[in-house]
T-cell receptor, first 109, second 112 residues
Framework: KNEVEQSPQNLTAQEGEFITINCSYS?????LHWLQQHPGGGIVSLFM???GKKKHGRLIATINIQEKHSSLHITASHPRDSAVYIC???????????FGTGTRLKVLA | DVKVTQSSRYLVKRTGEKVFLECVQD?????MFWYRQDPGLGLRLIYF???????EKGDIPEGYSVSREKKERFSLILESASTNQTSMYLC???????????FGDGTRLSIL
């Protein structure tokens, strides 16, 4: 079993839909990151969380430390949101990051 | 804005060749990382460096070595390239604080 599990692996939505991507992890962490990867490879950081909730535009990320679970929500989805979303955790006491396998999101116009 | 630059976007090499992948960052970050990304497996850490001339093996170091002679540059070396090293290679840099990593655009390497 992977130390970081994401669901779903693939997601297709209609423009305007509310989207949720989930991430569960099994190790102690100092922080959790949500990343976005567009076709072509470049990865950008969307959020870094150690507790609670963060919002940036139409994106919301939450984390429940006790349950070792995080969610990424996209409100009013748009075709430009189509990308792979990756959950990554920084294991406690290390410089290392452990990555989920990603959720491939496609938003149709 | 932090910039992490990888020397090539696409690279084709032959089996047995020695391959160098270069990565440069411009933000004076202490930590630098090399990952490979394969379908269904996510990003896996090959090596990381937390200071000049310092390196630690990641999860899949076999067949690779690294060099960090200057703080801004971290090189990944495939000593004798093999077809199972065909992959997307991503470099990242970061501080020792709990801050996001910054990624390069990746190098898609094909070994024939």
């Amino acid at each position: 079993k992977n130390e970081v599990e994401q669901s779903p692996q693939n997601l297709t939505a209609q423009e305007g839909e509310f989207i949720t991507i989930n991430c569960s992890y099994s190790v102690g962490i100092s922080a959790l990151h949500w990343l976005q990867q567009h076709p072509g490879g470049g990865i950008v950081s969307l959020f870094m969380l150690s507790s609670g909730k963060k919002k940036h535009g139409r994106l919301i990320a939450t984390i429940n430390i006790q349950e070792k679970h995080s969610s990424l929500h996209i409100t009013a989805s748009h075709p430009r949101d189509s990308a792979v979303y990756i959950c990554a955790v920084r294991a406690s006491g290390t410089y290392k990051y452990i990555f989920g396998t990603g959720t491939r999101l496609k938003v149709l116009a | 804005d932090v910039k992490v630059t990888q020397s090539s976007r696409y690279l084709v090499k032959r089996t047995g060749e020695k391959v160098f992948l270069e990565c440069v960052q411009d933000m004076d970050h202490e930590n630098m990382f090399w990952y490979r990304q394969d379908p269904g497996l996510g990003l896996r850490l090959i090596y990381f460096s937390y200071d000049v001339k310092m390196k630690e093996k990641g999860d899949i170091p076999e067949g690779y070595s690294v060099s960090r002679e200057k703080k801004e540059r971290f090189s990944l070396i495939l000593e004798s390239a093999s077809t199972n090293q065909t992959s997307m290679y991503l470099c990242a840099s970061g501080t020792q604080l709990n801050q996001p990593q910054h990624f390069g655009d990746g190098t898609r390497l094909s070994i024939l």
